[in-house]
């Protein structure tokens, strides 16, 4: 059965999204010989919340209020990748991070409600309590007085 959490975005959604994305590309740092020297691995991703078709305005408010700190002033969040030797593994790769943190940023948490514990399992804890008092008070050395 397929659990599928509150708020996260539909398949139709995601596709949308991608088209949405801007890519670019550039030279990747680090070792690698000529492959880091002439080859463009290195991906960036651009994804404008702000100006998104495929966002409702609700959504939109949420991905801003809970990734404030991975959006840039002008409302774009920006992520590179470049751990595979192959830039359209890098464009995966980005796409699906960038997928994955809208998703986690969608999903509403389920509200805690306050309990309050029962009558039994205060019970017993007080029960616990006395029985290891018994017990820490059976260890005390006793001084006969005579």
Avoid: W
């Amino acid at each position: 059965m397929l659990i599928i959490k509150k708020s996260m975005l539909a398949i139709e959604q995601i596709n949308l999204i991608k088209k949405e994305l801007v890519y670019h590309t550039s030279r990747s740092g680090g070792k690698g010989g000529q492959n880091v020297n002439k080859v463009e691995t290195k991906v960036g991703i651009v994804f404008n919340i702000a100006e998104s078709y495929c966002l409702s305005e609700s959504q939109k408010e949420r991905v801003m209020l809970k990734l404030k700190n991975r959006i840039s002033d002008d409302g774009c969040i920006k992520l590179t990748e470049s751990k595979s030797r192959s830039q359209l593994a890098n464009k995966e790769l980005v796409t699906k991070r960038l997928i994955d943190m809208l998703n986690k940023a969608l999903v509403i948490p389920k509200v805690r409600k306050k309990t309050k514990p029962s009558k039994s399992s205060m019970a017993k804890r007080v029960e616990k309590k006395k029985i290891r008092g018994d017990i820490k008070k059976l260890r005390k050395k006793t001084i006969n007085e005579d």
